[in-house]
């Protein structure tokens, strides 16, 4: 560290704020061989379209959030949208009215992939309805984007299907819920889709990490990650997807991440890479070391937000050019027409430094927005 700068420390409680907590804190491919109008997805939808009106209205805009601008046309750059922790309370079927207009707004925005990194139904309890939970995420999310020609891919979250034992039922409601309905994109060799896999689409590597817990290095996940990640050199960009963040963004979630060294060293090896996480609901666009980072904001209960800036729901947005590095913003609920500016957040968290201060020469720049804590 630098011999000028002193830490600042921060209790958790004057860090974070937050609303009501989360509990416990895809697209149909072409293969699809089951027909969209059963009787089960009817009904599905229907209790899908009440549930979802009963919930609560969108958070109001606050105007300490600047305008997002509209986004010029650009036909030789790929834009991807990043929705996360998109669930409700327990067993919720369908989705907030929050939820419905990002992905209207994403339509709107004519983005190219959606991925996200999980969470995508309310679930990580016994006897919940988990097919209907999913027949409903296909009806107004997963189907919405498929009929718009964009491509979804996802990686699962701990109320999708949580890897610890206790939760095996859940992970096959969620084998179940994609056995037919593989990403248009590419898929690459290997792999153990829906859990982790990677696909080729518009010349983005994205390959889905089966983290919804913390992983060893000794994880067979990392033998074929290892072995993927050499697609990388031959991609305008590559895009890992993994529930939790490399490095605490929720202090209050602070050993609730993706611990293994090896994973990092892999994903910090591997050019042009982004390693996007969600499960914290914090957004922080930043890197460690050369490897760039997206902790993905929450879509759906349970918001959260720094230094007492609003809780808000929000998606990133993220553009890359044909010659010129990827840039990232979050657009806040609940019309998306505003944005997070990145200067209103800590310059650091923790092991990850914001995205905007150079890798090669951070430093701190003011001492009024450095987060730090004490050596555990």
Known sequence: MNPRITPILLTIPLLLTSCTPTPDDANRGDSRSAPVADQADQAASKQADQAASKQASPLPIDDRYPPAPELPPAPHAIRIAVISDINASYGTIGYSPTVRAAVDDIIRRQVHIVVSPGDLVAGQKPNLPYDAMWRAFHYQIGDVFFDNNIDFIMAPGNHDASAYPQHATERDAYARAFQNRQPRATMLPGGAF????????????IIALDITRPIR???????????TLTQAKSARA??????????????????????SPRLRQLLQAAPRTIYISGHHHIYYPGHIGELRTISAPALGSGPRSLFGAPPTNAYALITIPPSAPPTVTALVAPNFKRMIDHKSLPTRILQTEREDIGIAEFIIESLDNSVTIPAI
């Open 217 to 227: 290095d000794d994880d067979p996940q990392l033998d074929w990650l290892q072995t």
């Open 194 to 205: 829906p859990f982790y896999y990677a696909v080729t689409t518009r010349d983005i590597l």
């Open 238 to 259: 590559t895009l890992v997807l993994g529930h939790l963040p490399l490095s605490p963004i929720n202090f209050n979630q602070f050993f609730e991440i993706a611990s």
